[in-house]
């Protein structure tokens, strides 16, 4: 990498070298039984560069030939793409704990065995049964022609335990998530069988204006609008509604939302972003009101802002990251816990839903927060008790309105597709159903 940015350096008037090495170890269980043992090792290198003003960008999954690369770089110029903005001069960062190494000694068998004890708990249902244990390293470092050179290493060992209904593809399901092997803890299992259990009759009830519970599974839903609307893309290309709105209150005052890439109590901690700028703790709501926007430096530039140090290589949906360019993300997304249990809150609703899963999230006004989904499970609460599950249930709301009705959020942080993810129960809320 150094020799290819030194090879840069005399063509162009910046440039930046991004490489990442992973390794995953993947073991699943399905119908309580193994399934699959999948090792993948993944490695890449890309270089950005600026010349007259104009990117150009080019990847490979293997650096043999540097002249090719760059020469592919050099020629990707004419695409006319501007930039306008600086690599950063990133020298002195925290040290953050963010890698176990006792991760490498993690064995199939290990994982084997892990899931085989999870789904032996999960039995205690007539529910079908999968389980999965992956773990994973990374190595990402970050180079440019303004004396950065940064690089981090990552561990996590990850558990999912579900128990599906029976001819059916929906269920519960719950995660557990350490940078190092740990054991999925009995209380989750237990609470995803009781949760099971209490929701395994199909019921009907009708549709109209309830309470909703998100679980964290499902508040990607709601995140993809949240990131959008807060994004500094969003703000540019004049499509948030909230971009007039900072120092406003948007949304209820049980409602706090940061970025937090310095916590290094759980995996994924970052003290730079893909672009070799230092990360920091960035408010986005708090009680309420209207903090920030986040920034990478591309619109960070446009928008006469600093970057916040959230420009990352990613997309909404799974892809190879050497292959893409970065945006702004929050990476590190987080929720001020609230007061309730889980069971609490469960007592809490006199008619309405628990969504464990949502279908068709991508499908609405996603810059402006509108939603519409398929629950998948709903859960149907009456009086503070779970009676069953509902089929064929949909939901519909705009998140602006949404967040302002909230009952409220839960005690506990759960890992779930968005990472660390509470759950959050809403009032007079438009649902849906065949009754």
């Not at 306008?84 to 040290?95: Q, S």
């Not at 992956?134 to 999912?160: A, C, H, L, P, W």
């Not at 740990?182 to 209380?187: I, L, S, V």
């Amino acid at each position: 990498m150094e020799k290819l940015l030194e090879m840069a350096k005399k063509v162009c008037d910046q440039a930046e070298i991004y490489s990442v090495d992973n390794k995953s170890n993947v073991v699943s269980f399905e119908n309580a039984k193994l399934h699959d043992i999948d090792t993948k090792f993944q490695s890449g290198v890309s270089i950005r560069i600026i010349k007259d003003g104009k990117l150009g960008f080019a990847y490979t999954r293997n650096l043999i030939n540097r002249e090719e690369l760059l020469q592919n770089a050099l020629n990707s110029l004419k695409g006319g793409v501007s930039a306008d903005y600086e690599f950063p001069k990133t020298l002195d960062l925290p040290k953050l704990n963010t890698y176990d190494s006792s991760i490498d000694n993690i064995t199939s068998n290990q994982m084997v065995e892990e899931c085989s004890r999870v789904c032996e708990l999960l039995k205690k249902t007539n529910g079908e049964i999968s389980s999965t244990a992956y773990s994973y390293t990374e190595t990402i470092r970050v180079m440019n022609t303004k004396d950065t050179d940064v690089s981090n290493k990552i561990s996590q060992f990850g558990i999912y335990g579900s128990i599906a209904y029976p001819g059916s593809a929906s269920g519960i399901g719950r995660v557990s998530s350490a940078k190092k092997f740990e054991k999925m803890p009995n209380e989750l299992i237990q609470e995803t069988v009781d949760t099971f259990n209490v929701s395994s009759k199909e019921v009907t009830a009708k549709g109209g204006k309830m309470k909703v519970m998100f679980m964290p599974n499902c508040m990607y839903a709601l995140n993809w609008r949240i990131n959008n609307g807060t994004s500094a893309k969003s703000i540019y290309e004049k499509i948030s509604p909230i971009a007039d709105k900072v120092g406003e209150k948007i949304f209820s005052d049980k409602i706090s939302i940061y970025d937090d890439p310095l916590d290094d109590k759980y995996p994924g901690a970052r003290a730079f972003d893909d672009e070799g700028v230092a990360t920091s703790k960035l408010h986005i709501v708090e009680n309420g009101v209207l903090k920030n926007f986040y920034y990478d430096l591309n619109y960070a530039k446009k928008l006469n802002a600093k970057s916040t140090g959230n420009g990352y290589r990613s997309a909404q949906w799974e892809s190879d990251r050497i292959s893409l360019k970065p945006t702004p993300v929050l990476a590190n997304l987080r929720y001020k816990t609230g007061n309730k249990s889980f069971k609490e809150m469960v007592k809490m609703i006199d008619r309405g839903i628990i969504i464990e899963g949502a279908l068709g999230a991508h499908s609405g006004n996603i810059p402006n927060g509108d939603l519409s989904i398929g629950a998948n499970p709903a859960l149907y609460v009456e009086n503070g008790e779970i009676l069953g599950q509902i089929k064929d249930v949909m939901m519909a709301a705009n998140i602006y309105e949404l967040f302002k009705n909230v009952v409220e959020v839960s005690n506990t942080l759960y890992y779930s597709y968005s990472g660390l993810m509470p759950a959050i129960l809403f009032d007079n809320v438009s649902v849906a159903t065949k009754s």
